[in-house]
């Protein structure tokens, strides 16, 4: 079960890939300054966490212009996670949960995937300004996204 909304949001520190490299992307830095909007995935090169982060990608200012900062979060490697993005094209920052710690400490493990192992669900939560969780959704299958309606009402209040 995930995280539930009015919780004290889980500090983490994941790596990104950009064009200079490895990057630390540290969760409570952006406390204060900006809301955050975690979009945890099972798997990079799959059909439907391709078609979520497009539409994030194609939809970003939406959630710029609401003070938030979007992460993509999935057991991939950070390597794995930059092909993808440059194959399709993504600008989310994708964050790399290789040990799968980020995915447990939210509640969102999805067990035994297509029997090659666990990921994390498809889920959703929203950091407000003072890091509590504002919003907090995991959906019914991997094949379902999430409620992004809801995710910007979240940001917006």
């Known amino acids: 079960m995930p995280l539930a909304t009015g919780s004290k949001a889980p500090d983490f520190?994941?790596?990104t890939k950009t064009?200079?490299?490895?990057?630390?992307?540290?969760l409570s830095d952006h406390f204060g300054l900006k809301q955050i909007v975690l979009l945890f995935f099972p798997l990079a090169f799959t059909g439907t966490c391709t078609q979520e982060m497009?539409?994030?990608?194609?939809?970003?200012t939406q959630y710029t212009g609401?003070?938030?900062?979007?992460?993509?979060?999935?057991?991939?490697?950070?390597?794995?996670?930059e092909a993808w993005a440059k194959?399709?094209?993504?600008?989310?920052?994708l964050l790399s949960d290789l040990n799968k710690q980020v995915a447990g400490a939210y509640g969102v493990i999805f067990p035994g995937l297509a029997g090659i192992g666990d990921t994390?669900?498809?889920?959703?939560?929203?950091?407000?300004?003072d890091g509590m969780v504002k919003y907090a959704e995991q959906t019914?299958?991997?094949?379902d996204?999430?409620?992004?309606?809801?995710?910007?009402?979240a940001l917006a209040s």
């Open 66 to 81: 609401l003070n938030a900062e979007v992460y993509g979060i999935s057991v991939d490697s950070p390597f794995a996670q």
């Open 140 to 143: 019914a299958t991997p094949k």
């Open 19 to 26: 064009a200079e490299g490895l990057k630390d992307v540290k």
């Open 13 to 15: 520190t994941l790596k």
């Open 54 to 60: 497009c539409d994030m990608t194609a939809g970003m």
């Open 145 to 153: 996204l999430p409620n992004f309606a809801a995710i910007k009402a």
């Open 87 to 93: 194959q399709s094209k993504i600008s989310v920052t």
């Open 120 to 129: 994390s669900a498809r889920a959703a939560f929203v950091i407000g300004l």
